[in-house]
């Protein structure tokens, strides 16, 4: 199976800061490497897919970088809706994986 | 408006069963493999199943194998997972998500429900 793991768990910053998140996989998974916003109560919401690829309607203060085993997601200037939990995911194979989040906070 | 609406949840004892069941709408259902994703109180996410658009392909999570199944209809445009044998680490809320085939052949949970609560009590 394959592990994902994040760093860091959790982060506080200010609004209109530079924010990267990492996330490495137990193996090369490609890049089969979504990231993911959760609001508090709110399902995830999907930012990047194919590692590099910005979904339709998501701003582009987010981006993605990485193949093979490591990947980053940057936000380039913080705004109040970034504060929530992120994660990353992988569809490379069965089981499919997810990263064990990273909660930003506001400092 | 493409959505997911997931139902079915509530409170059991331990031992017990439950069908959720998600309801999709406003895209071709029976085109897209689905789904499901758990979040128990407090925690990450964490894949359940997967089924491939005709049912042909299935897959679980270590957790749940041999005592969750998951389905679906696609004349009525539905994706279920009968879970059975219910333990209190089951507790969680559970999302149904789409899976997409992006052009470069990777595959991304682009469409989720709201999500429907499990509790494994006595």
């Known amino acids: 199976d394959i592990q994902m793991t994040q760093s860091p768990s959790s982060l506080s910053a200010s609004v209109g800061d530079r924010v990267t998140i990492t996330c490495r996989a137990s193996?090369?998974?490609?890049?089969?490497l979504n990231w993911y916003r959760q609001k508090p109560g709110k399902a995830p919401e999907v930012l990047i897919f194919s590692a590099s690829s910005l979904q339709s309607g998501v701003p582009s203060r987010f981006s993605g970088t990485g193949s093979g085993t490591d990947f980053t997601l940057t936000i380039s200037s913080l705004q109040p809706e970034d504060f929530a939990t992120y994660y990353c995911?992988?569809?490379?194979?069965?089981?499919?994986?997810f990263g064990q989040g990273t909660k930003l906070g506001i400092k | 408006e493409v959505q997911l609406v997931e139902s079915g949840g509530g409170l059991v004892k331990p031992g017990g069963s439950l069908r959720l069941s998600c309801a999709a709408s406003?895209?071709?259902?029976?085109?897209?493999?689905m789904n499901w994703v758990r979040q128990a109180p407090g925690k990450g996410l964490e894949w359940v199943s997967s089924i491939s658009t005709s049912s042909g392909y299935i897959y679980y999570g270590d957790s749940v194998k041999g005592r969750f199944t998951i389905s679906r209809d696609n004349s009525k445009n539905s994706l279920y997972l009968q879970m059975n044998s219910l333990r209190a680490e089951d507790t969680a809320v559970y999302y149904c998500a789409r899976e997409r085939v992006t052009v470069s052949g990777t595959k991304v949970f682009d469409i989720w429900g709201q999500g429907t609560k499990v509790t494994v009590s006595s």
């Open positions: 193996q090369s998974i490609s890049t089969f």
């Open positions: 406003k895209f071709t259902f029976s085109s897209y493999s």
């Open positions: 995911h992988q569809t490379y194979d069965t089981p499919y994986s």
